[in-house]
């Protein structure tokens, strides 16, 4: 049995980028699975904020129509939901609209706002200068940053400093969404709830870690975001080294916000550099061509940026795949690579952390029975979250030893027969909670960048293109040889 979820206080929750992709796909889904399980109390507002000239209704429209599949599962709660939604047209760049917009956020109401930039970048200061012109970032205000924050060090640190002019650090939550995602949390669980893992739990016992995020979509209609980011911007340096951090940090005192910041600092400090002087044999980057994904053709990455784009382009050096091999320079992790990849249009929707242990000392037992394979853990983030334990048994029944290699197998959706929430549903109501647990510190932001700089820094200056790949397979085959050349090779058991 699941314990039923305790409601929040009532709060304001303002959406700037309210009609883009996130808001209306992601962040709104997620209010209204929180709605439906009780969790958000009548007097609660969801303000979406955007410069498209929509009322109220037209809003709530556009919303229910995004809710179709969540809306199902619990009929009868849509127009309850869409009663605590509203819509003010404003632009950050322009005066009007922002004195009514003030009046309907109030003074200084006793409730708690949360102001979500789910917009550019570059509008975060704009939007933040006004924030805190109408003093609404007074009394318990909070301001939620999309990611990427910044593109590279530098930016991150301008942008950092002006929303810190408006916003303390404390009411400021830096959200990666796969903090939020249930197998990351479990990993905490994991780790630091058995007394099973932590003794192994280092280089003395670990051989290797790999992280996948492999995506079967293109860039869709991000491709003008997407071309001036790439792979490493949009995953690596945030929701990967996230990853990267989460399995790889000292244990915490507490689960206390700072504590937990602290230790993934540590991990990001401890990161070798991969600069100009190795980015060559460490990484690997690559393009998709068109190819086959999910059963249809699909066009290549230049067709799909000028599908949408009025500028048609021949060619990009944007990679939409990264190989690396990250290493971390402490005694638990001394000699351990951190083999990291992630790829847009690849052969499956996977995501996954697997933790190769080292295999056994001596083997006892005689050819015939078989390799000894190594212990693998194996934490799934999507599609089916869940836990698996590669194990070496016997083979049942008679015909000598034989060795199999079976996984002990848990998916929390058919141990819990509950359906896993979305990221965003938890960590929206960390937000309104004020626990910043889950979110990026300003240090972790510059310590991730200061990381990626180098290898941007290092691919630009070799001047060579991102290795093409067919889309639908896994990238290129350098990939293949960057993990093949350690002896190893990439976890692809995906059932
Ligand atoms: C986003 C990236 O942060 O994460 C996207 O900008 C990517 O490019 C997405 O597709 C992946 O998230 P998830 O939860 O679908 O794995």
Not at 458 to 482: C, D, H, I, K, Q
């Amino acid at each position: 049995m699941t314990a039923p979820a305790q409601p929040v206080d009532q709060f304001d929750l303002v959406i700037f980028g309210g009609t883009g992709d996130l808001a209306v796909r992601k962040l709104l889904p997620a209010m209204f699975h929180r709605f439906a399980d009780g969790q958000i109390l009548e007097g609660s507002r969801i303000i979406g904020v955007a410069r498209e000239a929509l009322d109220d209704d037209g809003y709530r429209n556009q919303i229910r129509s995004a809710l179709n599949g969540a809306a199902e599962s619990h009929p009868g709660k849509v127009d309850a939901f869409l009663k605590q939604v509203h819509y003010r047209s404003l632009d950050a760049r322009k005066d009007d609209g922002w004195d009514d917009f003030a009046k309907l956020m109030g003074k200084c109401p006793d409730h708690v706002r949360v102001f979500y930039l789910s917009t550019s970048p570059d509008l975060f200061v704009d939007i933040c200068q006004r924030l805190g012109h109408y003093g609404l970032n007074k009394c318990e205000s909070r301001v939620v940053l999309e990611k990427p924050i910044g593109h590279d060090l530098a930016s991150a640190n301008r942008i950092n400093d002006d929303v810190g002019s408006v916003f303390a650090e404390s009411q400021t939550f830096r959200i990666d969404h796969y903090l939020g995602k249930e197998t990351v949390q479990n990993l905490l669980a994991l780790r630091f709830g058995n007394a099973l893992f932590e003794p192994l739990w280092n280089a003395g016992h670990i051989d290797h870690v790999q992280i996948t995020v492999a995506e079967t979509l293109g860039v869709g209609r991000r491709g003008p975001y997407y071309d001036h980011a790439g792979a490493l911007r949009d995953m690596v340096q945030n929701h990967m080294l996230q990853l990267l951090c989460m399995v790889a940090m000292e244990p915490p005192a507490s689960l206390s916000p700072d504590a937990v910041r602290d230790e993934k600092l540590k991990v990001l400090h401890a990161l070798k550099p991969i600069d100009d002087s190795n980015a060559s044999q460490l990484t690997v980057r690559g393009q998709y061509r068109a190819g086959a994904a999910e059963g249809r053709s699909v066009p290549g990455y230049i067709e799909d940026l000028n599908a949408d784009s009025k500028v048609k382009v021949e060619k990009s050096n944007t990679e939409t795949f990264v190989a690396l091999k990250a290493e971390i320079g402490n005694w638990r992790w001394s000699g351990v690579p951190f083999y990291l990849r992630t790829g847009k249009r690849l052969a499956d929707r996977v995501s996954e952390i697997v933790v190769a242990f080292k295999p056994v000392p001596h083997s006892i037992f005689t050819a015939s029975a078989g390799p000894l394979a190594q212990n693998r853990l194996v934490l799934r983030l999507q599609p089916d979250e869940g836990v698996k334990l590669w194990l070496t048994i016997k083979h049942p029944g008679p015909g000598g030893l034989r060795l199999r290699h079976v996984p002990l197998d848990m998916s929390f959706a058919e141990a819990f027969g509950v359906q896993q929430p979305d990221a965003y549903e938890r960590l929206l109501l960390d937000v309104v909670r004020g626990n910043p647990t889950l979110f990026m510190r300003r240090d972790e932001v510059e310590a991730a960048w200061r990381w990626a700089d180098p290898i941007l820094a290092a691919w630009a200056g070799s001047g060579e293109a991102p290795r093409p790949y067919t889309s639908g397979t896994w990238g290129p085959s350098a990939a293949v040889a960057l993990i093949e050349r350690d002896g190893r090779t990439w976890d692809e058991d995906f059932e």
